[in-house]
């Protein structure tokens, strides 16, 4: 299976098509949004791949309006923690601006990977049996990237955006 991760659109519309075309051209299963999406036409961008996209709010979200943008382009919204299983994997997503919550699922070791965004840099690592995930930004970046996992072995496959 394969699931796109992007993280910190910040309602740029430019980056999340190029990053549409990424998912288009890789036949990603599903999306996770880690949050700071920015515009309703982020997430409608994201909804034309026809496939389930996962969304959780960022620290510049407006809650109930990109809640309300989620829930009408037939997507599921889970605020600001989300958690589900795939391949018999465990996945948690969060934009990471909690520091708290973020430790605390890591501590846990309940999942096989988290996902977070906010500090705008990719990285890869493991803390525990725990895989932590950030796949860069699409805006407010020298660098856009999104990053393809592939389950249920966990592999990355990071993809920078062409830049003009």
């Known amino acids: 299976m394969k699931i796109g991760v992007l993280s910190d659109t910040h309602a740029n519309l430019e980056n999340t098509k190029k990053a549409v075309e990424i998912f288009r051209k890789e036949n990603v299963e599903e999306i996770i949004h880690c949050g700071d999406i920015g515009a309703a ?5 994201l909804a034309e791949l ?3 996209c996962h969304f959780v709010f960022g620290n510049t979200d407006f809650p109930q309006t990109m809640r309300t943008a989620i829930l009408n382009a037939d997507q599921t919204c889970w605020d600001y923690l989300g958690m ?3 391949e018999g994997r465990q996945i948690a997503f969060l934009h990471g601006h909690d520091w708290r919550t973020l430790d605390e699922l890591i501590a846990s070791q309940r999942f096989d990977l ?4 906010h500090t705008h840099e990719f990285h890869w690592m493991i ?7 950030n796949p860069g930004a ?3 970046t020298p660098s856009p990237s999104v990053v393809i996992l592939s389950l249920p072995e966990l592999q990355i496959t990071t993809k920078r955006l062409e830049r003009k």
């Open 114 to 117: 988290i996902c977070t965004g």
């Open 84 to 86: 589900m299983t795939r």
């Open 50 to 52: 026809d496939v389930p």
């Open 41 to 45: 036409e982020v997430v409608n961008l």
């Open 138 to 140: 699409l805006n407010r």
């Open 127 to 133: 803390q525990g049996k725990t895989h932590l995930l």
